[in-house]
């Protein structure tokens, strides 16, 4: 069984759907993405199943998605430098600064089936993504890009070991996380969920934030 094989058998016995080559066409890119199913009145048992197992690689989360859009209208930031998109999912974040010139994008992510489909994602855009299941794996990275991870207060000591490495960090979340910054955010970004099948966008104004910068 190869690696798209095995990412659609997930798919599947937790969706009863299939993964799709998908254009996001505000940042010019194609992703192997879930297909949103017909019918979406899963059982209490589905739903506990599918959260349980959640393929959060198979979406494009809004901040993740809206923090991509801000890497390549400045790509300045991410140009020639080594980056490594932390909780990758898709990849999309990093497949952004390579496409805004990054010299090399390292995905970050806890879940072997999130780095497979990294890869295959990076196919898709003829480009070449490196994976690594932590940090600590790292070295000589400039900046580290996260997407949709700060959100949930429980992660907050997460933001401080991330800021403690003294590496920059850039980060979306779609909820105004001022007391982890020492400054607001930079930008402000429009984002929408692909596919959003649960009504996942509670908040739709992703807030950009910059540390170390």
């Known amino acids: ?11 599947e016995s937790l969706f009863h759907s299939q993964l799709l080559q998908t254009q996001v066409s505000d940042i010019e890119m194609t992703l192997w993405l879930l297909e949103a199913p017909e019918a979406q009145d899963f059982s209490p048992a589905q739903v506990e199943a599918i959260w349980s197992n ?4 198979a979406f494009v989360w809004s901040s993740g998605r809206a923090l ?6 400045n790509p300045q930031l991410v140009k020639d430098k080594v980056i490594a998109d932390f909780g990758a999912g898709s990849g999309v974040v990093a497949l952004a600064a390579l496409q805004a010139g990054a010299k090399r994008a390292i995905a970050v992510d806890i879940d072997p089936a999130a780095l497979c489909a990294c890869q ?4 898709l855009n003829s480009m070449h993504l490196d994976v690594a299941t932590s940090l600590d794996e790292l ?4 900046i580290i890009l996260v997407g ?37 955010p ?9 596919p959003n099948i649960g009504g996942f966008d509670e908040h739709k104004t992703i807030h950009i934030y910059h540390h170390g910068l």
Do not use: C
Request: proline share 3%.
């Open 1 to 11: 069984m190869n690696d798209l094989t095995s990412l659609r058998n997930q798919v």
């Open 54 to 57: 959640m393929p959060y690689w």
């Open 68 to 73: 991509a859009r801000y890497l390549l209208e």
């Open 120 to 123: 295959e994602n990076a196919k």
């Open 139 to 142: 070295n000589q990275v400039e």
């Open 148 to 184: 949709d991870v700060l959100y949930d207060p429980r992660n907050h000591g997460l933001a401080q070991q991330l800021f403690n490495q003294k590496t920059a960090v850039i980060w979306a979340e779609s909820r105004a996380q001022t007391k982890l910054s020492e400054y607001g």
């Open 186 to 194: 930079v930008a402000s970004i429009e984002g929408e969920t692909l």
